[in-house]
């Protein structure tokens, strides 16, 4: 049977159209443009598959180039944390590594040449006279009382701008558009500011830096990119793209939009995600509850997951919100073909075996991973004293409990049908400290010795082998599905974090196995969700794991049992 052909998104169309026409000699050179000023977020991750995805399916490159014309807010922590990204999610630029700040010297000269045609003149006006002289979406713009300065006169104000003899705000170059205009970015745009910082690559060299929509497109053409791929929001900015390439009679690349990845339950904007960072609400930019790519990668989400994601999501012309449910479905088919298999007890209650021997320990078989038969078997450890979780035991339970109970039976994964015999309580308290259980012998692995079922079957650790551990448990960072939307005037979008976010599991017990856990390695803790070691912690020595996701959505109700 002939396998069935996916239709292209439009931007892929786009890119066969003109490769099917000759276009651009046959080439498909696309770029990755990230500000290196905070961490990469999924939105991101989807744009990165797109641009690199669409090298790979085309014989193309794309390269990765930093836009690094703002030293006042870039790091090279940034920088480094992009780089790592990028090649985690499984892409690579091999020697296409680029930053507009390589091209600072042909910007200038670009600029020099615009003024020299009489379409870029220095103004003195201040930001926000600027703002105010630009007119609105149904007014034209003033023109400016220094629009009429002579060529010579701009070239010597511009050439004294690069040496530093302004100060900040004093001066700017702007681009001699229509201020009549119905397009506002096309009313005399700022080409440069001043800026007396050092730059992390050029260090003091330059004091005037390009604004972005004059660096991207000539870094563009510089690079002979063919399809610049970006978000909708430059949707308007195209024209002046244009602008700019044909004033200079240079390389022309095609600007393409698409619709930025809109998430439910948290913020896409890195102005905000950062705020989070500076005021402590969460541990950092590689926070699990955050949507960073490093977040997510530390929270235990694989590249796998996340370029299935953007393959589901697609790509479209209209924005619109993704449920953050679909992503976590992502990790939840993934994990569920290659994590091992484990049991863990988070809230551990002993269970005391009466009639098992004393000082007895047997190994029992348990399966690693049940979708892949290559993963084969371990050894678990099975002994008088087990934990079992808390809640897999009530005293006096519901009609629709099928787990432990005073005289009522489970089954214990991978070992034995179990039977609580009585319950100890503390005097103190009247809290439960241990139950005393007897065993089956004859339903060694769990199996049915007469025919007789049980209704449940629970997880378990041997309690003389257990190993500690310490694991964290998240929920959504916002429980509204737009932490931005209907904020009141002196609410602030913070105020909006969900305080159950993070939720701190001491005292946990685990199987041996966990005792050589390796960061990056995700297991499935049975019933309760998929886990992997925290990064950060281990590098601490620490025994702490991370719930990646659970192994139900949210809205899919647990049937007790």
Same mark, same amino acid.
């Given at each position: ?6 239709? &292209?998104?439009?931007?892929? #169309? ?10 651009? *000699? ?40 930093? !836009? ?10 940034? @920088? ?29 000269? $670009? ?18 006279? +600027? ?19 002579? /060529?010579?006169?701009?070239? !010597? ?17 702007? =681009? ?13 745009? /700022?080409?440069?500011?001043? &800026? ?12 005037? $830096? ?29 024209? &002046? ?9 240079? $390389?022309?690349? #095609? ?11 948290? %913020? ?24 960073? @790519? ?10 796998? =997951? ?15 919100? +993704? ?15 290659? =994590? ?5 007890? &988070? ?6 075996? *009466? ?5 007895? %320990? ?23 004293? +087990? ?35 009585? %319950? ?40 003389? #082998? ?6 964290? @448990? ?14 009141? /005037? ?43 070691? *925290? ?27």
């Amino acid at each position: 049977m002939e396998e069935k052909k996916h239709s &292209l998104d439009f931007v892929r #169309q786009i890119v066969a159209d003109d490769l099917a026409n000759g276009k651009n *000699d046959g080439r498909v050179v696309t770029r990755f443009p990230p500000e290196p000023n905070g961490y990469l977020h999924i939105g991101h991750a989807k744009s990165i598959c797109l641009n690199f995805g669409i090298a790979q399916e085309f014989n193309g490159v794309c390269h990765l180039r930093f !836009d690094d014309t703002n030293p006042t807010k870039e790091d090279q922590e940034y @920088i480094d944390s992009i780089i790592q990204d990028v090649h985690w999610l499984g892409f690579d630029w091999k020697d296409k590594l680029f930053y507009a700040s390589d091209y600072f010297e042909q910007l200038y000269q $670009y600029a020099v040449q615009l003024i020299k045609v009489g379409k870029a003149y220095v103004c003195d006006l201040s930001a926000d006279e +600027i703002r105010h002289n630009r007119g609105t979406l149904t007014q034209a713009g003033n023109e400016s009382p220094y629009r009429k300065r002579s /060529v010579e006169e701009n070239l !010597d104000l511009f050439e004294r701008m690069r040496k530093g003899e302004f100060k900040e705000g004093e001066k700017v170059l702007r =681009a001699k558009g229509d201020m009549t205009s119905p397009n506002v970015n096309m009313r005399d745009p /700022v080409m440069y500011r001043i &800026l007396h910082a050092e730059h992390h690559r050029t260090g003091n060299k330059w004091c005037i $830096y390009p604004m972005y929509d004059w660096a991207h497109g000539q870094s563009d053409s510089i690079e002979k990119i063919t399809h610049s791929i970006c978000t909708l929001e430059f949707e308007n900015h195209r024209p &002046l793209y244009d602008w700019f390439v044909e004033q200079l009679g240079i $390389y022309h690349p #095609q600007q393409i939009e698409f619709a930025r990845l809109n998430l439910t339950h948290t %913020v896409m904007s890195k102005r905000k995600l950062l705020e989070l960072v500076e005021k402590k609400i969460v541990e950092g930019w590689d926070d699990p509850r955050v949507p960073t @790519i490093s977040g997510l990668r530390r929270r235990g989400f694989t590249p796998e =997951a996340i370029r299935d994601f953007a393959q589901r999501i697609g790509v479209a012309k209209v924005d619109n919100v +993704i449920e953050v449910e679909l992503l976590e479905h992502c990790l939840r088919e993934d994990l569920n073909k290659r =994590a091992l298999r484990v049991m863990a007890v &988070l809230n551990p209650l002993k269970v005391i075996i *009466d009639n098992y021997p004393d000082g007895q %320990v047997e190994e029992l078989d348990a399966v690693n991973n049940p979708e892949d038969s290559s993963a084969g078997t371990r050894k678990v450890p099975f002994s008088k004293e +087990i934990y079992i979780e808390q809640d897999d035991f009530m005293e006096n339970p519901p009609k629709d409990f099928f787990r432990l109970a005073p005289g009522r039976e489970v089954r214990l994964r991978y070992a034995y049908f179990l039977k609580c015999e009585s %319950v100890v309580k503390d005097p103190a308290t009247g809290d439960i400290k241990e139950l005393h259980c007897t065993y089956d012998l004859a339903s060694k692995g769990g199996n049915s010795p007469d025919g007789r079922k049980v209704k449940a079957t629970i997880h378990w650790v041997s309690a003389g #082998q257990a190993i500690d551990g310490e694991v964290r @448990i998240f929920e959504q960072l916002f429980e509204q599905l737009d932490p931005l939307k209907d904020l009141g /005037v002196n609410e602030d979008f913070i105020s909006r974090v969900n305080p159950k976010s993070l939720t701190l599991l001491k005292g946990c017990k685990m199987e041996p196995a966990l005792a050589d856990a390796k960061v990056g390695v995700s297991y499935q803790f049975e019933r309760l969700g998929y886990f992997s070691l *925290d990064p950060v912690f281990a590098a601490q020595g620490k025994k702490m794991f991370n719930r990646s996701v659970s192994l139900k959505a949210a809205w899919v109700k647990d049937k007790k049992g």
